[in-house]
């Protein structure tokens, strides 16, 4: 298993310790976690973290940021995230398509299979707008080692919070992948076994973000998610590539680092 985490979650334990971020990218990489987790807009903005990372051995897992495809032809943007990836050596990037105004959220409350939500996205005009875009950042990332990505993100304006919307941007855009985020179903009060099941073709990355009770952030395998049994999952159909540690504002970043990697390697 190689597991990476979020670098957001090595500054904040910077800010938790007072410790320096190369002795805490030493202590991540000791505790058997291979790469990160990066945002674009700060990577871009403070390139001394590729230095940082390499001086330390860690790879870079996924470079993420939001394109609001749902309003703007941001198409030129992605493309230079791709490009960054590219050159980062980072194979997959995750995209944040945007959000839905609220009334247009709201249409999805009562679409409880796949052909109501098929045709609200469909008469979507800012949904396909981003269909187009994304058909064009797909084609233009297959010429590249880089695969582009839709987690079920969670924040209920999201046009990709749920099992069925992310079912229909996969059937509708080619190339376009899942990273896998084992905790954000249950944001959705979705099922997280019958969404791997659904899109389980589509997972080319993972998240392995658990949750306490009332969505409480806890270390990866200390919380109320089937953890264990999803990577076994995964395993089984083939995968091989990282699991993320992610617990955003844990209290204790350090402590919760070792104890979601010790978990994961346990496996």
């Given at each position: 298993m190689i597991i990476s985490t979020f670098y957001d979650h090595i500054l904040q334990a910077k800010e938790q310790s007072k410790k320096e971020l190369p002795e805490l990218l030493?202590?991540?990489?000791?505790?058997?976690?291979?790469?990160?987790?990066?945002?674009?807009?700060?990577?871009?903005?403070?390139?001394?973290?590729?230095?940082?990372?390499?001086?330390?051995?860690?790879k870079i897992s996924c470079i993420y940021e939001t394109h609001d495809l749902l309003n703007k032809n941001?198409?030129?943007?992605?493309?230079?995230?791709?490009?960054?990836?590219?050159?980062?050596?980072a194979r997959r990037i995750l995209i944040i398509p945007g959000y839905f105004e609220q009334d247009q959220a709201h249409q999805f409350d009562n679409a409880l299979n796949y052909e109501n939500v098929a045709k609200l996205m469909e008469k979507n005009q800012a949904i396909q707008r981003a269909k187009n875009s994304?058909?064009?950042i797909c084609q233009y990332a297959q010429k590249t080692n880089v695969l582009v990505t839709f987690e079920d993100y969670d924040y209920w304006t999201s046009p990709?919070?749920?099992?069925?919307?992310?079912?229909?941007?996969?059937?509708?855009?080619?190339?376009l992948y899942h990273t896998f985020d084992m905790g954000n179903y249950a944001y959705s009060q979705e099922d997280v076994e019958e969404a791997f099941e659904l899109l389980k073709d589509y997972i080319v990355h993972v998240h392995c973000k658990d949750r306490g009770p009332e969505l409480a952030c806890v270390p990866t395998g200390g919380g109320l998610l089937p953890i264990a049994n999803l990577v076994q999952k995964l395993k089984k159909q083939g995968?091989?590539?990282?699991?993320?540690?992610?617990?955003?504002?844990?209290p204790n970043q350090i402590e919760y680092l070792k104890k979601s990697a010790d978990f994961l390697k346990g496996l």
């Open positions: 030493n202590y991540v990489k000791a505790c058997g976690i291979s790469a990160v987790e990066i945002n674009l807009k700060y990577l871009q903005e403070h390139e001394e973290t590729l230095f940082l990372l390499r001086d330390a051995g860690l941001d198409i030129e943007s992605a493309k230079k995230h791709i490009d960054f990836a590219e050159q980062t050596g994304l058909v064009q990709c919070s749920h099992m069925l919307q992310l079912l229909w941007w996969f059937k509708n855009v080619p190339g995968y091989q590539d990282y699991f993320a540690i992610e617990h955003f504002d844990a």
